[in-house]
């Protein structure tokens, strides 16, 4: 059987855990700090990627433009 203090340190490193682990996925799902962090890497290639962005959305603009009944 476990004593008050054992659970509490249990408890403890739980919380601990937890705190890692939603520390690690903040970091995966933070979008603006992941394009900055690419972008002090390699400023050609996102801004390359953000022009290939643009281009996409403006030819399905004028795909759905031209096809319109």
């Given at each position: 059987?476990?004593?008050?203090?054992?659970?509490?340190?249990?408890?403890a490193q739980a919380r601990r855990?937890?705190?890692?682990?939603?520390?690690?996925?903040?970091?995966?799902l933070n979008v603006p700090r992941?394009?900055?962090?690419?972008?002090?890497?390699?400023?050609?290639?996102?801004?390359?990627?953000?022009?290939?962005?643009?281009?996409?959305?403006?030819?399905?603009?004028?795909?759905?433009?031209?096809?319109?009944?």
């Amino acid at each position: 059987m476990t004593t008050v203090e054992e659970a509490r340190a249990s408890a403890a490193q739980a919380r601990r855990e937890l705190a890692a682990t939603l520390d690690a996925l903040e970091d995966k799902l933070n979008v603006p700090r992941r394009v900055g962090a690419a972008y002090r890497r390699n400023p050609l290639l996102v801004v390359g990627i953000g022009v290939g962005i643009v281009a996409a959305a403006a030819g399905l603009i004028v795909w759905a433009a031209a096809t319109r009944d």
